[in-house]
């Protein structure tokens, strides 16, 4: 099996894959993918995708596996298998998560990865009315420095690359600040059906609450906002503000994860980011 480092030349063909496999085609999310990390596929006889996966590298000690597509027609002939090998031969030595669905958790398992937890995916129009002042405020350019400064503290890993590309996105960002301070922040961005929140950073479940009431009031249409199970009580309160769990995938890592500080992680960017 031939495995390739795929260039943006070969978006369409990765949207094609996704659009296969009756997963949204999230034009953006792919470009924002080809921008901050490296993407490989496997093509046919006719030149075209038969699969792909993409590799996000955050410093020498995380990676996050996302996106592994197999076209139908090429189902059973172990491409997701060859591409995840790939990747974490890639990405050694360094621990490599991501979200599995359901369809995939058992490829995944076979080839080394442990369960970590449940994520749970909330959609939904948010109908919380805002009774105060908001809490947060817009960042300006100047909070980049200090942005990135706060997330490797809370993620233990450098995730600047991805930032700086994720904010030159974003739809909006905002901070959370304390006696001058930047502690916390979360982004969002625009998808086909609807506006991501996340990552969401912040130094209790209040202030989560306000980055995220904040956001979703600016936001047209339905919003998304991913939360591992141990968000319990922030469940519920999305629950009142109208959003529903739509589906599931599970949290998997193949190594250690690394060390931070989560109980300050609310929400990941999304599946594909970590």
């Known amino acids: 099996m031939h495995i390739e480092r795929l260039t943006p030349n070969d978006l ?6 996704a659009v296969d496999r009756d997963w949204q085609p999230e034009e953006p999310k792919w470009r924002l993918l080809f921008g901050v990390g490296d993407a490989y596929g496997v093509r046919d ?15 020498p000690s995380a990676a996050v596996l996302s996106n592994l597509l197999v076209a139908r027609r090429h189902e059973r ?3 997701g298998a060859g591409l995840v090998r ?6 050694a030595p360094a621990t490599t998560l991501l979200y599995a669905t359901t369809e995939g958790r058992e490829l995944y398992r076979r080839l080394g990865f442990e369960d970590v937890r449940t994520a749970n995916v909330w959609v939904g129009r948010f109908g919380l009315v805002r009774v105060d002042s908001p809490r947060s405020r817009p960042a300006i350019s100047a909070d980049l420095g200090p942005i990135v400064k706060l997330d490797s503290e809370v993620y233990g890993v450098d995730r600047a690359h991805m930032l ?3 904010f030159s996105a974003a739809e909006q960002v905002r901070v959370l600040e304390e006696d001058g301070e930047i502690v ?3 982004t969002r961005y625009a ?30 249409g339905p ?3 991913d939360l591992l199970d141990d968000q319990r009580n922030l469940g519920e309160w999305l629950t009142g503000c109208g959003l529903a769990t739509v589906y599931q995938a599970t949290f998997m890592r193949h190594g250690s994860i690394p060390e931070g500080r989560p109980a300050q992680m609310f929400a990941p960017v999304g599946h594909a980011l970590g």
Do not use: F
């Not at 369409?12 to 894959?17: E, N």
């Not at 006889?45 to 410093?59: F, K």
């Open 164 to 166: 700086a590309r994720l």
């Open 45 to 59: 006889e006719q030149g075209g995708l038969a699969g792909c996966a993409v590799l996000t590298r955050y410093g």
């Open 223 to 225: 919003v998304r906002i």
């Open 86 to 91: 790939h990747v974490l031969a890639a990405a």
């Open 12 to 17: 369409a063909g990765c949207v094609g894959l």
């Open 191 to 220: 998808s086909d059906d609807w506006q991501a929140i996340g990552p969401v950073v912040a130094p209790d479940e209040d202030g989560a609450q306000a980055l995220i009431t904040d956001l979703a009031e600016g936001a047209e």
């Open 77 to 79: 002939q172990g491409i």
């Open 184 to 186: 916390g922040y979360a």
